[in-house]
T-cell receptor, first 113, second 114 residues
Framework: DAKTTQPPSMDCAEGRAANLPCNHS???????VYWYRQIHSQGPQYIIH???NNETNEMASLIITEDRKSSTLILPHATLRDTAVYYC??????????????FGTGTRLQVTL | NAGVTQTPKFQVLKTGQSMTLQCAQD?????MSWYRQDPGMGLRLIHY?????ITDQGEVPNGYNVSRSTTEDFPLRLLSAAPSQTSVYFC????WGQGENIQYFGAGTRLSVL
């Protein structure tokens, strides 16, 4: 699996957009970018994933660069409840392989008033 | 649906004791796994299973056993607990072999070994 690099921490004012970057320069053509988050003491929660195109769901948007070497998770209107550690994970999806996720240390997002 | 249910939520053991952490899912997922998370660190994979009767080791399997007799249940056994196994344990499940995989996690079991 490709290695990912994320900043250790970020701050964001409540109501503003939170943009969390992730570098994955060694990503392969069949690897997806997944984002999970972990709110304090809880189990990780899936947010969004994508392969090439930008993706949006009710929680967030995922912007993947054209060369796929980096991506940005966007929380459009951050709230205090979005304070969490955010993990960017690159992984081949399905195709008969075990769905092992390799979690790094992620980005700790602090949303403030 | 309850999703992924882990029991107990908290447990304190003495060194050398044995116990089983329970994990059950009601989503008919083929894939289940166990992770541990130490303070300030990411999750590390202990064991995983791609279906009933099939298990395999993750990156930190020593000291843990698993079995998968049904699709729903994937218990994690500590045969002789050690202080190094003090951690938070998470169970996860996902559909497998059907394309994109999204993992669903339980709330965790917080284990202290004295």
């Amino acid at each position: 699996d490709a290695k990912t690099t994320q900043p250790p921490s970020m701050d964001c004012a409540e109501g503003r957009a939170a943009n969390l970057p992730c570098n994955h320069s060694t990503i392969s053509g069949n690897e997806y970018v997944y984002w999970y988050r972990q709110i304090h003491s809880q189990g990780p929660q899936y947010i969004i994933h994508g392969l090439k195109n930008n993706e949006t769901n009710e929680m967030a948007s995922l912007i993947i660069t054209e060369d796929r070497k980096s991506s940005t998770l966007i929380l459009p209107h951050a709230t205090l409840r979005d304070t969490a550690v955010y993990y960017c994970i690159v992984r081949v999806a399905g195709t008969g392989t075990a769905s092992k996720l390799t979690f790094g240390t992620g980005t700790r997002l602090q949303v403030t008033l | 649906n309850a999703g992924v249910t882990q029991t107990p939520k908290f447990q304190v053991l003495k060194t050398g004791q044995s116990m089983t952490l329970q994990c059950a899912q009601d989503m008919n997922h083929e894939y289940m796994s166990w992770y541990r998370q130490d303070p300030g660190m990411g999750l590390r994979l202990i064991h995983y299973s791609v279906g009933a009767g099939i298990t395999d080791q993750g990156e930190v399997p020593n000291g843990y056993n698993v079995s998968r007799s049904t699709t729903e249940d994937f218990p994690l056994r500590l045969l002789s607990a050690a202080p190094s196994q003090t951690s938070v344990y998470f169970c996860a499940s996902s559909p497998w072999g059907q394309g994109e995989n999204i993992q669903y996690f339980g709330a965790g079991t917080r284990l202290s070994v004295l």
